[in-house]
């Protein structure tokens, strides 16, 4: 029913950037927020950012200052700049959607993820 296709991430030196994204597609009817989460090896994940569809934003307070999340709700997409990258960012990132399905009912939300995509931060 709804596809989230990530892209964007790589390998960098600490202190580069990085942009993801994440477009949703499917039977959608509104989204009303998109994130992104992260999981390194042996651990939890962990949210990073989140942006609701009126353009309120979160962040995990290791990213502030540093990441940039932004939304264009036209496209379905979100984004998420990443600058002065550190070693600990390295981890799978993961895009979240939080949205109503076309032919349900409008105030029931559901939850879809991403596959997910590396990032690696060498020192």
């Known amino acids: 029913q709804v596809q989230l296709v990530e892209s964007g991430g790589g390998l960098v030196q600490a202190g580069g950037s990085l942009r993801l994204s994440c477009a949703a597609s499917?039977?959608?009817?509104?989204?009303?927020?998109m994130g992104w989460y992260r999981q390194a090896p042996g651990k939890q994940r962990e949210l990073v950012a989140q942006?609701?569809?009126?353009?309120?934003?979160n962040y995990a307070d290791s990213v502030k200052g540093r990441f940039t999340i932004s939304r264009d709700n036209a496209n379905n997409t979100v984004y998420l700049q990443m600058n002065s990258l550190k070693p600990e960012d390295t981890a799978v990132y993961y895009c979240?959607?939080?949205?109503?399905?076309?032919?349900?009912?409008?105030?029931?939300?559901?939850?879809?993820w991403g596959q997910g995509t590396q990032v690696t931060v060498s020192s």
């Open positions: 499917g039977t959608i009817l509104r989204i009303n927020a």
């Open positions: 942006i609701t569809s009126g353009g309120n934003t």
């Open positions: 979240n959607a939080i949205l109503s399905l076309v032919g349900r009912i409008p105030q029931y939300q559901y939850s879809y």
